[in-house]
């Protein structure tokens, strides 16, 4: 089955303690993408990816990083992770030329 | 920068009949794509309809249809025969056809509410 996943799917964390969400497709597709999504503001790019080795920062960068080794995973890392980073993540992916974009099934994060 | 907005925060509709939501954006491109997604309580982004800018028929998907109007920056959903699966959080996206690192730009969302 085509998709995207996501792991874990909640977390709740400290202020300070790094953590990764992971993120994985199976379609093989060349772009990746990062959102956090909060009330009244919709989706928002954290970061990109449009293939191994090559990523850039989407419109709310700052707090985060991410990796691009292998095709198919593309995790997102908070090294010292702040309340305002408190969210829901979504990661999704297409092919390059593609139209669609596919959507990981969420991570609630809670940064207390 | 391209936007998208949806001015209509909370919508509700009675079950079975009509409802219409907004969306307008700003883009300076000629080409592009735009997209309706449904967000369910599950939080899973389901793709509801799709339109190409370049063209000039709307799409329509089952009782799923949008009236797209280019030159005024405008992309409305209309929901048929709402059913109480139709309750949900939508957004309105917006994708460039060249810039592809942009990607998507989502507006802030709607949530219909659908009354038994």
């Known amino acids: 089955e085509a998709q995207v996943t996501q792991n874990p799917r909640y977390l709740i964390t400290v202020t300070g303690k790094k953590l990764t969400v992971t993120c994985s497709q199976n379609?093989?597709?060349?772009?990746m993408s990062w959102y956090r999504q909060d009330p009244g503001l919709g989706l928002r790019q954290i970061y990109y990816?449009?293939?191994?080795?090559?990523?850039d920062k989407g419109d709310v960068p700052e707090g985060y990083k991410v990796s691009r080794k292998e095709k198919r995973n593309f995790p997102l890392i908070l090294e010292s992770p702040s309340p305002n980073q408190t969210s829901l993540y979504f990661c999704?992916?297409?092919?390059?030329?593609?139209?669609?974009?596919?959507f990981g099934p969420g991570t609630r994060l809670t940064v207390t | 920068a391209q936007t998208v907005t949806q001015s209509q925060p909370e919508m509700s509709v009675q079950e079975a009949e009509t409802v219409t939501l907004s969306c307008t954006y700003d883009t300076s491109e000629s080409d592009y794509y735009l997209f309706w997604y449904k967000q369910p309580p599950s939080r899973q982004m389901i793709l509801v309809i799709r339109?190409?800018?370049?063209?000039?028929q709307n799409a329509t998907e089952n009782r799923f249809s949008v009236n797209f109007q280019k030159a005024a920056k405008s992309f409305s959903l209309k929901i048929s025969d709402s059913q109480l699966g139709d309750a949900a959080m939508y957004f309105c996206?917006?994708?460039?056809?060249?810039?592809?690192?942009?990607?998507?730009?989502f507006g802030p969302g709607t949530r219909l509410s659908v009354l038994p």
């Open positions: 996206a917006y994708r460039s056809h060249d810039n592809y690192g942009q990607n998507f730009v």
């Open positions: 999704a992916s297409s092919f390059n030329r593609g139209v669609e974009q596919y």
């Open positions: 379609m093989n597709h060349e772009y």
């Open positions: 990816s449009m293939n191994v080795e090559v990523t």
């Open positions: 339109q190409e800018a370049y063209k000039q």
